[in-house]
């Protein structure tokens, strides 16, 4: 269950219905995200494998990330790792995770919590358990995504955003059904906390069984559904869509999600991540950490890392 949630929804400020004339956007394609191990091999879903970038565009990749139970001495993290030419964002839907870099950002990301660094020029970073997670073992469950920068910012200085739980908006649907957690950009003129270089919108929402959330959408942004767990449909055509699967909708500007009226007894509600951005419209030339336009400056990334100058790793203390 999702650490930021409310007993009662109807007492949150409600999301407007789509004007009447709103054009509802339509389903096309329902993907299942393989598995893989990322990191020192922690579990993730590729939420974005298989999609044509001008789908994405603006963002780059997506991981879910567990949902896992660690035993005692299980839970993983990265090592020490370089990025350049678009922003991370780590969202912790429960559980804890520790952030360090090489400009001094960095803390604890939990149950709610977002950490967005804006990686611009380059920058080393890592992402660990903290040391008494190691110990006693616990829930993981997170997503981590990539947002592209445009070619006038990838060069941008570095940020970091500590993005606390109280912090997100939260806003209920118009009959309570649905409890929606606005993380950045805004929905219906309610915005969420983080400060965005590309314009995005990104939320997670709760949808209890048999309820639908009908949200109004920019027609100048892209949309995707992603479900995180549970089972529904997607769009007014009522489309099938399950844990582990990502929805891309065509053009409008009101897109509906419903829940299914029975669900599992571990994953009690539907829920979901919607996002969607304004495509940058640009080259994009991306190889393992790095996202930039063209083939020689990915080439020049890597020389810049191998020389130190993106950053040093911080000593560790003690």
Excluded: C
């Amino acid at each position: 269950m999702p650490a930021v949630t409310v007993v009662n929804p109807l007492v949150l400020p409600r999301i407007s219905e789509p004007a009447a004339t709103a054009t509802e956007r339509r389903v096309k394609s329902v993907t299942t995200a393989p598995s893989a191990f990322e990191g020192e091999g922690f579990p993730v879903r590729r939420a974005f494998a298989g999609i044509d970038t001008s789908d994405l565009d603006p963002f780059i990749h997506m991981d879910q990330m567990g949902e896992v139970e660690y035993a005692p001495g299980e839970p993983k993290g990265t090592p020490w790792h370089p990025h350049r030419g678009f922003e991370t964002v780590t969202y912790m839907i429960d559980g804890i995770m520790e952030h360090r870099d090489s400009i001094g950002g960095g803390g604890v990301i939990e149950n709610g919590a977002t950490q967005w660094m804006t990686a611009g020029q380059g920058i080393l970073h890592i992402e660990t358990p903290p040391e008494h997670l190691v110990v006693s073992g616990g829930l993981f469950h997170g997503v981590q995504l990539w947002v592209n920068l445009p070619s006038s910012k990838k060069m941008i200085q570095p940020r970091y955003q500590d993005i606390e739980a109280a912090k997100v908006a939260l806003l209920s649907s118009p009959d309570g059904g649905s409890l929606v957690r606005v993380i950045a950009g805004d929905i219906d003129g309610h915005p969420g906390p983080g400060a965005t270089q590309t314009p995005i919108s990104l939320l997670h929402a709760t949808v209890s069984p048999g309820a639908q959330l009908r949200l109004p959408w920019r027609a100048d942004f892209n949309a995707l559904v992603y479900v995180l767990a549970g089972t529904g449909t997607v769009g007014a055509e009522q489309r099938p869509i399950r844990k582990g699967q990502l929805a891309v909708f065509g053009a409008g500007d009101a897109l509906t999600v419903h829940a299914a009226e029975t669900q599992s007894g571990k994953e009690p509600d539907l829920d979901v991540l919607v996002l969607g951005g304004r495509p940058i419209g640009e080259p994009v030339a991306a190889y393992g950490p790095f996202v930039m336009n063209t083939r020689d400056e990915l080439v020049q990334a890597f020389e810049d890392f191998q020389s130190g100058r993106m950053g040093t790793i911080p000593a560790t203390r003690v």
